[in-house]
């Protein structure tokens, strides 16, 4: 062989190496990290499912970890299958007629998920309906905010857990409760739980949670369900592959969302996200406590005209924002130390400065989280029962 034709086949292989290295660098190496995504769809979200399952099948072919999903829809056997890093949907295992709303069944389905896929790490994206920290059967005392809307649609929403056929012998919709799920969820089950539901940035849903996981997503206010729209929950195509990491990639997923809502336009440009830090949570609880106890008398006739509100026109008026709250009772000094340990406890917020059109969000009054007022007006109802008898959070006023 000549030597042009020797020097000719030694850059052919170097080009097809490089472009092989190229190739490899695209695929990340392989985690040891399974995150379930828990979709209860037995309920109006079963038609947001199709695009979901798509969204993520495409961001599995980018991701390094193993993703497994349960689904319990409207008219097809609950199953539990995997995606693998090609998108292909790999069978794990078919269950009955079951409530995908009940404790139990979570349980069962985390116990199932860690059998079948161990791994290391786990994360949990809880995909469905929420109506915050409520409980079932809240009162629908709905909110005094006037609409404003504009245009032809008003945005569906996600509002943990609803099952329309629960299949256990209960009867009409059910919903999973955040004391039971908190009851359900193993300590230190997971690296962080995501909620892809309605107004789950909650303070009191979130302390409640705080031994089952490093670190809690969610939204203060609801979560667009607009699949034909491209507005549907998470852009799971683009955090996929940063499920799979730490508190870095996941600020980098709450980013995204938000990047992905606020670069709409009109109706759909509606989202809140905060990242929080479990560990911080006793931390802000205590420093709650010491402004709110023995103040629940006068609390229940404080003036909210001046809080950030979370709540649309169609969603019990029971949402507000914690900071505005706490800066109402509290003195100069109490506020500014509740305030630091706030920014120690919400690695990340950002919010687009309104929801549907229906509310007007206040980056200033914005702390990533909400709250419930006990308002004497509340009192005697189904959830200001619940707030004291089930929510963990409402000792901070004794």
Same mark, same amino acid.
């Given at each position: ?41 037995? =309920?109006?979200?079963?038609? &947001?499912?199709?695009?979901? /399952? ?77 109506? #915050?920290? !409520? ?7 709905? @909110? ?5 809307? @504009? ?24 919903? /999973? ?16 739980? !995501? ?10 849903? +979130? ?6 996981? =490093? ?6 206010? &609801? ?6 729209? =491209? ?17 870095? &990639? ?8 938000? #990047? ?11 989202? @809140? ?22 103040? +629940? *008398? &006068?609390? =229940? ?31 100069? *000094? ?10 120690? *406890? ?47 959070? @409402?000792?901070?006023?004794?």
């Amino acid at each position: 062989m000549s030597t042009k034709a020797i020097q000719a086949l030694l850059f052919l292989l170097l080009i097809i190496n490089a472009v092989g290295c190229s190739k490899s660098d695209n695929i990340p190496e392989p985690v040891s990290y399974t995150v379930l995504i828990y979709m209860a769809a037995d =309920n109006s979200m079963e038609s &947001e499912v199709p695009y979901a /399952l798509q969204q993520i099948k495409s961001g599995m072919k980018k991701s390094g970890g193993t993703t497994v999903v349960f689904l319990d829809s409207r008219d097809s056997t609950p199953r539990l299958f995997e995606i693998n890093r090609m998108g292909e949907e790999i069978p794990l295992k078919t269950y009955p007629e079951l409530n995908s709303a009940s404790a139990e069944t979570l349980a069962q389905i985390i116990a199932d998920t860690k059998q079948m896929a161990p791994n290391t790490k786990y994360g949990l994206v809880m995909w469905s309906h929420a109506m #915050g920290w !409520l409980p079932m059967g809240h009162s629908n005392t709905s @909110s005094s905010i006037k609409s404003n809307v @504009s245009e032809k649609i008003w945005p569906n929403t996600r509002y943990c857990g609803a099952d329309e056929h629960p299949g256990d012998g209960s009867t009409g919709m059910q919903m /999973l409760e955040i004391d039971k799920m908190a009851d359900a969820l193993p300590d230190n089950a997971f690296e962080y739980i !995501l909620f892809d539901v309605c107004l789950m940035g909650n303070i009191e849903s +979130l302390y409640q949670l705080k031994r089952s996981c =490093n670190y809690l997503i969610a939204s203060p206010t &609801e979560v667009l369900a607009e699949a034909s729209y =491209n507005a549907s929950g998470f852009p799971y195509e683009a955090v996929m592959p940063k499920l799979f990491g730490s508190k870095n &990639e996941l600020t980098e997923v709450c980013q995204l969302y938000y #990047g992905f809502y606020n670069g709409k336009s009109g109706i759909l440009r509606s989202a @809140s996200v905060c990242l929080i830090d479990t560990h911080e949570l006793d931390s802000l609880y205590r420093i709650t406590q010491t402004i709110l106890t023995g103040k +629940l *008398t &006068e609390i =229940n006739n404080i003036d909210i005209s001046t809080i950030q509100v979370y709540h649309t026109a169609k969603i019990p008026a029971v949402f507000f924002d914690l900071k505005g709250y706490i800066q109402q009772i509290a003195t100069t *000094t109490a506020y500014q130390e509740f305030t630091a340990q706030l920014n120690k *406890t919400v690695i990340y917020k950002a919010s687009t400065d309104q929801f549907a059109n229906d509310i007007t969000i206040d980056k200033n009054k914005f702390s990533g989280l909400s709250t419930y007022i006990p308002l004497l007006k509340w009192k005697n109802t189904k959830e200001y029962n619940y707030y004291f008898q089930s929510i963990n959070w @409402s000792d901070v006023y004794y």
